[in-house]
Protein backbone atom coordinates (compact mmCIF):
# COMPACT_ATOMS: atom_id res chain seq x y z
CA UNK A 1 0.00 0.00 0.00
CA UNK A 2 1.61 3.58 -0.85
CA UNK A 3 2.39 5.65 1.66
CA UNK A 4 0.03 8.52 2.79
CA UNK A 5 2.51 11.36 3.89
CA UNK A 6 1.69 14.03 5.55
CA UNK A 7 2.33 16.54 3.07
CA UNK A 8 0.17 14.76 0.76
CA UNK A 9 -2.63 14.79 3.27
CA UNK A 10 -2.09 18.55 3.52
CA UNK A 11 -2.17 18.73 -0.74
CA UNK A 12 -5.56 17.29 -0.57
CA UNK A 13 -7.13 19.62 2.02
CA UNK A 14 -5.96 22.50 0.35
CA UNK A 15 -7.93 20.84 -2.63
CA UNK A 16 -11.14 19.86 -1.36
CA UNK A 17 -11.39 22.08 1.92
CA UNK A 18 -11.94 18.71 4.12
CA UNK A 19 -10.87 17.86 7.40
CA UNK A 20 -7.36 16.23 8.12
CA UNK A 21 -9.00 13.17 9.13
CA UNK A 22 -11.47 12.43 6.30
CA UNK A 23 -8.30 13.52 3.90
CA UNK A 24 -6.73 10.72 5.47
CA UNK A 25 -9.22 8.12 5.05
CA UNK A 26 -9.82 8.81 1.53
CA UNK A 27 -5.89 8.77 0.66
CA UNK A 28 -6.03 5.59 2.32
CA UNK A 29 -8.59 4.25 0.54
CA UNK A 30 -7.33 4.80 -2.99
CA UNK A 31 -3.82 4.04 -1.87
CA UNK A 32 -2.72 7.42 -2.42
CA UNK A 33 -3.58 8.26 -5.34
CA UNK A 34 -4.60 12.11 -4.96
CA UNK A 35 -7.05 12.75 -8.05
CA UNK A 36 -8.80 9.02 -7.24
CA UNK A 37 -9.17 10.84 -3.52
CA UNK A 38 -10.34 14.23 -4.68
CA UNK A 39 -13.33 11.57 -6.79
CA UNK A 40 -13.86 9.98 -4.24
CA UNK A 41 -15.01 12.84 -1.39
CA UNK A 42 -16.90 14.63 -4.59
CA UNK A 43 -18.49 11.50 -4.81
CA UNK A 44 -19.86 11.34 -1.08
CA UNK A 45 -20.53 14.77 -1.38
CA UNK A 46 -17.68 16.30 1.53
CA UNK A 47 -15.44 18.48 -1.68
CA UNK A 48 -16.59 20.66 -4.63
CA UNK A 49 -14.80 20.58 -8.08
CA UNK A 50 -10.97 20.84 -7.09
CA UNK A 51 -9.22 23.27 -9.13
CA UNK A 52 -5.54 21.75 -9.38
CA UNK A 53 -4.16 25.49 -9.97
CA UNK A 54 -5.01 26.11 -6.58
CA UNK A 55 -3.01 24.10 -4.37
CA UNK A 56 -0.09 25.74 -3.89
CA UNK A 57 1.48 29.18 -5.05
CA UNK A 58 4.54 31.71 -5.08
CA UNK A 59 5.34 35.38 -5.55
CA UNK A 60 5.86 37.80 -8.12
CA UNK A 61 3.57 40.00 -10.41
CA UNK A 62 1.69 39.23 -13.85
CA UNK A 63 1.40 41.99 -15.93
CA UNK A 64 -0.40 42.61 -19.29
CA UNK A 65 0.86 45.11 -22.57
CA UNK A 66 -0.30 45.94 -26.28
CA UNK A 67 1.16 46.96 -29.15
CA UNK A 68 -1.18 47.67 -32.08
CA UNK A 69 -2.85 44.23 -32.90
CA UNK A 70 -1.02 42.61 -30.68
CA UNK A 71 -0.62 41.93 -27.06
CA UNK A 72 1.21 40.12 -24.10
CA UNK A 73 0.51 38.56 -20.89
CA UNK A 74 3.41 37.83 -18.61
CA UNK A 75 4.64 35.89 -15.35
CA UNK A 76 7.93 36.89 -13.57
CA UNK A 77 8.46 34.82 -10.18
CA UNK A 78 9.97 36.29 -6.96
CA UNK A 79 11.14 34.07 -3.84
CA UNK A 80 8.67 36.48 -1.36
CA UNK A 81 5.96 38.69 -1.72
CA UNK A 82 7.77 41.48 -0.79
CA UNK A 83 9.89 41.81 -3.85
CA UNK A 84 6.38 42.70 -5.69
CA UNK A 85 6.54 45.67 -4.17
CA UNK A 86 10.74 46.68 -5.23
CA UNK A 87 10.17 49.71 -7.68
CA UNK A 88 13.02 47.79 -9.71
CA UNK A 89 11.04 44.39 -9.95
CA UNK A 90 8.07 46.15 -10.95
CA UNK A 91 9.72 48.07 -13.76
CA UNK A 92 11.52 44.76 -15.38
CA UNK A 93 8.00 42.88 -15.25
CA UNK A 94 6.42 46.13 -17.23
CA UNK A 95 9.19 45.92 -19.38
CA UNK A 96 9.31 42.63 -19.88
CA UNK A 97 5.29 42.59 -21.03
CA UNK A 98 5.83 45.48 -23.49
CA UNK A 99 9.21 43.68 -25.74
CA UNK A 100 6.68 40.06 -25.54
CA UNK A 101 3.88 42.32 -27.23
CA UNK A 102 6.21 44.40 -29.08
CA UNK A 103 8.63 41.39 -30.56
CA UNK A 104 5.53 38.25 -30.40
CA UNK A 105 8.57 35.47 -29.50
CA UNK A 106 7.63 32.33 -30.14
CA UNK A 107 9.13 30.23 -26.95
CA UNK A 108 10.58 31.13 -23.83
CA UNK A 109 13.97 30.58 -25.10
CA UNK A 110 13.09 33.65 -28.01
CA UNK A 111 11.81 35.63 -25.65
CA UNK A 112 14.86 35.17 -22.94
CA UNK A 113 17.07 36.55 -25.85
CA UNK A 114 15.11 39.77 -26.55
CA UNK A 115 17.08 43.04 -26.59
CA UNK A 116 16.47 45.20 -23.78
CA UNK A 117 18.23 48.73 -22.84
CA UNK A 118 20.78 46.73 -20.51
CA UNK A 119 21.37 43.43 -22.70
CA UNK A 120 18.70 40.68 -23.27
CA UNK A 121 15.75 39.99 -20.59
CA UNK A 122 17.71 37.04 -19.55
CA UNK A 123 20.86 39.18 -18.46
CA UNK A 124 18.50 41.61 -16.82
CA UNK A 125 16.68 38.51 -14.81
CA UNK A 126 20.37 37.76 -13.77
CA UNK A 127 21.10 41.30 -12.79
CA UNK A 128 17.87 41.58 -11.17
CA UNK A 129 18.71 38.87 -8.67
CA UNK A 130 21.98 39.87 -7.63
CA UNK A 131 20.37 43.17 -6.90
CA UNK A 132 17.32 42.34 -5.36
CA UNK A 133 19.18 39.40 -3.63
CA UNK A 134 16.04 36.90 -4.63
CA UNK A 135 15.99 34.74 -7.43
CA UNK A 136 14.27 36.08 -10.17
CA UNK A 137 12.71 34.29 -12.64
CA UNK A 138 10.16 34.50 -16.15
CA UNK A 139 8.01 32.17 -15.70
CA UNK A 140 5.74 32.00 -18.73
CA UNK A 141 3.43 34.10 -21.53
CA UNK A 142 1.15 34.97 -23.83
CA UNK A 143 0.80 36.74 -27.45
CA UNK A 144 -2.43 37.41 -28.88
CA UNK A 145 -3.49 38.92 -31.76
CA UNK A 146 -6.48 40.54 -33.14
CA UNK A 147 -7.91 42.65 -36.26
CA UNK A 148 -9.08 46.11 -36.53
CA UNK A 149 -12.26 45.78 -35.52
CA UNK A 150 -11.58 44.04 -31.99
CA UNK A 151 -10.38 45.24 -28.73
CA UNK A 152 -7.93 44.29 -25.89
CA UNK A 153 -9.06 44.53 -22.72
CA UNK A 154 -6.47 44.33 -20.02
CA UNK A 155 -6.91 44.34 -16.10
CA UNK A 156 -4.55 43.63 -13.13
CA UNK A 157 -5.74 42.80 -9.52
CA UNK A 158 -4.33 43.87 -6.68
CA UNK A 159 -0.74 45.32 -8.35
CA UNK A 160 -0.98 42.32 -10.88
CA UNK A 161 -1.40 39.57 -8.19
CA UNK A 162 -3.71 38.58 -11.03
CA UNK A 163 -3.43 39.32 -14.85
CA UNK A 164 -6.37 38.91 -17.36
CA UNK A 165 -5.94 39.44 -21.25
CA UNK A 166 -9.44 39.62 -23.27
CA UNK A 167 -10.38 39.49 -27.14
CA UNK A 168 -13.73 41.20 -27.91
CA UNK A 169 -14.76 41.04 -31.90
CA UNK A 170 -16.91 43.25 -33.52
CA UNK A 171 -16.04 46.11 -31.53
CA UNK A 172 -13.46 48.77 -30.35
CA UNK A 173 -14.24 49.81 -27.27
CA UNK A 174 -12.02 48.57 -24.93
CA UNK A 175 -13.67 49.56 -21.55
CA UNK A 176 -15.69 47.26 -22.14
CA UNK A 177 -12.98 44.51 -23.20
CA UNK A 178 -11.45 45.72 -19.84
CA UNK A 179 -15.17 45.05 -18.09
CA UNK A 180 -14.96 41.40 -19.50
CA UNK A 181 -11.31 41.04 -18.20
CA UNK A 182 -12.38 42.17 -14.71
CA UNK A 183 -15.24 39.75 -14.77
CA UNK A 184 -12.63 36.86 -15.51
CA UNK A 185 -10.48 38.18 -12.80
CA UNK A 186 -12.77 37.29 -10.18
CA UNK A 187 -15.13 34.57 -11.08
CA UNK A 188 -12.36 32.66 -12.96
CA UNK A 189 -14.07 31.16 -15.71
CA UNK A 190 -12.17 28.41 -17.96
CA UNK A 191 -13.25 28.16 -21.29
CA UNK A 192 -14.74 30.87 -23.42
CA UNK A 193 -17.95 28.10 -24.03
CA UNK A 194 -18.66 25.23 -23.81
CA UNK A 195 -17.84 24.11 -27.35
CA UNK A 196 -14.20 24.17 -26.26
CA UNK A 197 -14.86 21.64 -22.77
CA UNK A 198 -13.25 18.65 -23.34
CA UNK A 199 -15.59 15.43 -23.87
CA UNK A 200 -12.79 13.48 -21.81
CA UNK A 201 -13.59 16.11 -18.71
CA UNK A 202 -17.42 16.02 -18.99
CA UNK A 203 -17.15 12.19 -19.23
CA UNK A 204 -15.14 12.80 -15.85
CA UNK A 205 -18.04 14.62 -14.51
CA UNK A 206 -20.68 12.88 -15.71
CA UNK A 207 -19.23 9.65 -13.64
CA UNK A 208 -18.69 11.89 -9.96
CA UNK A 209 -21.89 13.44 -10.61
CA UNK A 210 -23.94 9.97 -11.48
CA UNK A 211 -22.29 8.57 -8.37
CA UNK A 212 -23.18 11.90 -6.05
CA UNK A 213 -26.49 11.18 -7.09
CA UNK A 214 -26.80 7.28 -6.42
CA UNK A 215 -25.13 8.16 -3.19
CA UNK A 216 -27.89 10.25 -2.16
CA UNK A 217 -30.30 7.68 -2.43
CA UNK A 218 -31.93 8.83 -5.56
CA UNK A 219 -34.23 6.41 -7.37
CA UNK A 220 -32.31 4.81 -10.56
CA UNK A 221 -34.93 6.28 -12.75
CA UNK A 222 -34.19 10.08 -11.83
CA UNK A 223 -30.43 9.92 -11.83
CA UNK A 224 -30.46 10.90 -15.33
CA UNK A 225 -32.74 13.52 -15.41
CA UNK A 226 -30.53 15.10 -12.51
CA UNK A 227 -27.28 14.10 -14.13
CA UNK A 228 -28.42 15.93 -16.94
CA UNK A 229 -29.40 19.01 -15.31
CA UNK A 230 -26.22 19.03 -12.74
CA UNK A 231 -23.81 18.79 -16.12
CA UNK A 232 -25.20 21.64 -17.96
CA UNK A 233 -24.79 23.57 -14.58
CA UNK A 234 -21.48 22.27 -14.54
CA UNK A 235 -20.85 23.83 -17.90
CA UNK A 236 -22.34 26.90 -17.42
CA UNK A 237 -20.26 27.65 -14.71
CA UNK A 238 -16.64 27.35 -16.47
CA UNK A 239 -17.98 28.93 -19.43
CA UNK A 240 -17.40 32.70 -19.55
CA UNK A 241 -20.01 33.35 -21.74
CA UNK A 242 -22.72 31.52 -19.64
CA UNK A 243 -21.53 33.27 -16.43
CA UNK A 244 -23.73 35.91 -14.76
CA UNK A 245 -21.73 39.44 -15.65
CA UNK A 246 -20.27 40.58 -12.31
CA UNK A 247 -21.14 44.24 -13.11
CA UNK A 248 -25.21 42.68 -14.17
CA UNK A 249 -25.97 39.87 -12.63
CA UNK A 250 -28.98 39.87 -14.41
CA UNK A 251 -27.48 39.18 -18.00
CA UNK A 252 -25.06 37.03 -18.66
CA UNK A 253 -21.51 37.88 -20.12
CA UNK A 254 -22.82 36.73 -23.64
CA UNK A 255 -25.40 39.33 -23.48
CA UNK A 256 -23.68 42.36 -22.26
CA UNK A 257 -20.79 41.77 -24.61
CA UNK A 258 -24.01 41.25 -27.57
CA UNK A 259 -25.00 44.40 -26.04
CA UNK A 260 -22.08 46.10 -27.36
CA UNK A 261 -21.85 44.86 -30.50
CA UNK A 262 -19.08 42.54 -29.74
CA UNK A 263 -18.46 38.62 -28.98
CA UNK A 264 -15.59 36.85 -27.02
CA UNK A 265 -12.81 35.78 -29.30
CA UNK A 266 -10.79 34.36 -26.54
CA UNK A 267 -8.78 35.47 -22.73
CA UNK A 268 -6.41 34.67 -21.08
CA UNK A 269 -5.76 34.72 -16.91
CA UNK A 270 -2.76 34.51 -15.09
CA UNK A 271 -2.65 34.15 -11.03
CA UNK A 272 0.65 34.21 -9.57
CA UNK A 273 2.26 31.51 -8.43
CA UNK A 274 -0.62 28.67 -9.79
CA UNK A 275 1.25 25.31 -10.07
CA UNK A 276 4.54 26.60 -8.28
CA UNK A 277 5.47 24.44 -4.92
CA UNK A 278 5.96 27.40 -2.39
CA UNK A 279 8.25 26.45 1.02
CA UNK A 280 6.72 24.10 2.85
CA UNK A 281 5.86 24.83 6.57
CA UNK A 282 5.52 22.19 9.24
CA UNK A 283 2.59 20.28 8.55
CA UNK A 284 4.10 17.46 10.21
CA UNK A 285 3.77 18.87 13.82
CA UNK A 286 -0.13 20.12 12.90
CA UNK A 287 -0.87 16.37 11.91
CA UNK A 288 1.04 14.53 14.66
CA UNK A 289 -0.82 16.97 17.40
CA UNK A 290 -4.36 15.37 15.88
CA UNK A 291 -3.00 12.20 16.22
CA UNK A 292 -1.93 12.04 19.78
CA UNK A 293 -5.51 13.75 20.77
Do not use: C, W
Not at 14 to 41: H, Q, S
Not at 122 to 135: N, S
Not at 205 to 232: D, H, S, W, Y
Amino acid sequence: MAQVTAKLVKELRDMTGVGMMDAKKALVEVEGDIEKAVDLLREKGMAKAAKKNDRIAAEGLASVAVHGNAAAIVEVNSETDFVSKNEMFQNLVKEIAELVAEHKPADMDAAMELKTSKGTIAEELIEATQVIGEKISFRRFKVLEKGDNAAFGGYLHMGGRIAVLTVLDGTTDEEVAKDVAMHVAAINPRYVNESQIPQEELDHEKAILTEQALNEGKPEKIVEKMVVGRLNKFKAEISLVDQPFVKDPDMTVEKYVASKGASVEGFVRFEVGEGIEKREDNFVEEVMSQVKK
